[in-house]
């Protein structure tokens, strides 16, 4: 998937994943009063966070992998009709290996 956006410096796209509804007891829980994930696919990464010293540090995730965040982490956008969250790095609690 081609986003035409790139992020600076240490920030990351993430689509968020949705998990498998599941229903317990017959209730169903309307859309409006679902949380939203706290899991998602990084889509772009930035280039590295800039160093005092000029230098850049890579990020430690990339493209492809699945990340888990913080519940207010990052802030959302919606780019060609899709929803994304813009974060940084150090948001990113924990890459799932899968």
């Known amino acids: 998937m ?3 956006i790139r992020p600076l410096y240490d920030r990351v796209i993430v689509e ?4 498998a509804e599941t229903v317990r007891g017959g209730i169903i ?8 994930p706290q899991q998602g696919k990084v889509i ?4 590295g966070k800039m160093l005092n010293d000029g230098t850049r540090a890579a990020l ?20 060609d009709g ?7 790095e150090d948001e990113i609690l ?4 899968k």
Not at 44 to 47: E, H, K, L, T, V
Not at 83 to 88: A, D, K, P, T
């Open 60 to 79: 430690e995730v990339k493209e492809g992998d699945h990340v888990l965040f913080g519940k207010y982490s990052g802030s959302e956008v919606k780019i």
């Open 2 to 4: 081609a986003v035409n």
């Open 94 to 97: 924990a890459v799932l290996d």
């Open 29 to 36: 829980i309307p859309d409006t009063a679902k949380e939203k």
């Open 16 to 19: 968020r994943v949705e998990e």
């Open 44 to 47: 772009r990464a930035g280039d």
């Open 82 to 88: 899709k929803e994304y969250v813009i974060m940084r």
